[in-house]
């Protein structure tokens, strides 16, 4: 179920560092086969302002994350 992004959510986001970031292999590969490099996506990452959703994954301590992004 996608919800609204929370503010705890987003607080969490927000004092996340950017050096805490990291990559699997698999990112690694989708990166280079849809041409982003790790610096937009981190930046992305980080552009609370246009976050739409937040997923928590079951039993992860990960997050699925949904960004509104233009068409340029």
């Known amino acids: 179920m996608i ?3 929370s503010d705890n959510f987003k607080k969490l986001l927000k004092n996340y560092g950017r050096e805490n970031i990291k990559f699997s292999k698999h990112a ?3 990166l280079t ?3 982003f490099d790790k610096d937009f996506v981190i930046q ?3 552009d ?3 976050l739409i959703s937040e ?4 039993d992860k301590n990960t997050y ?3 960004y509104e992004s233009s068409s340029k």
């Open 3 to 5: 919800m609204e992004p």
């Open 28 to 30: 690694r590969i989708r």
């Open 33 to 35: 086969q849809r041409k």
């Open 44 to 46: 992305k990452l980080f």
């Open 48 to 50: 609370i302002s246009s």
């Open 55 to 58: 997923e928590k994954q079951k």
């Open 64 to 66: 699925k994350l949904v």
